[in-house]
């Protein structure tokens, strides 16, 4: 089973968000939103990062972004996946400052 067919047909709490990020499977599960239920998510392991989105018309989520980190740094990765996920949702970087 993949990350995304495990996540629940929705946004995610931040128990649930929690429980993901103390998951084996991966090293960090971050929301992109400073409040409420993540309906975008960072998540990375050691060896890439993905940005995952919430698309309530598209029924799911979707990884929207993968960089792998044997070519790039971690904080490259996680800022180029919430980048893709702003982009996903039709917003950009400087819109949420």
Do not use: H, Y
């Not at 989105?53 to 490259?76: H, K, M, P, Q, Y």
């Not at 919430?82 to 819109?95: M, N, P, Q």
Request: glycine share 8%; net charge negative; proline share 4%.
């Amino acid at each position: 089973m993949t990350i995304v067919e495990s996540l629940p047909p929705r946004p995610l709490s931040a128990k649930e968000l929690m429980d993901l990020n103390r998951s084996d499977a991966l090293e960090l599960a971050s929301p992109i939103e400073e409040e409420g239920d993540a309906s975008g998510v960072i998540v990375a392991t050691d060896s890439w990062v993905k940005g995952l989105a919430f698309d309530e018309d598209g029924g799911g989520w979707s990884v929207v972004e993968t960089v792998s980190l044997s070519d790039n740094e971690r904080i490259d990765g996680l800022q180029t996946c919430e980048e893709a996920i702003l982009a996903f949702r039709g917003e950009s970087v400087s819109d949420d400052e």
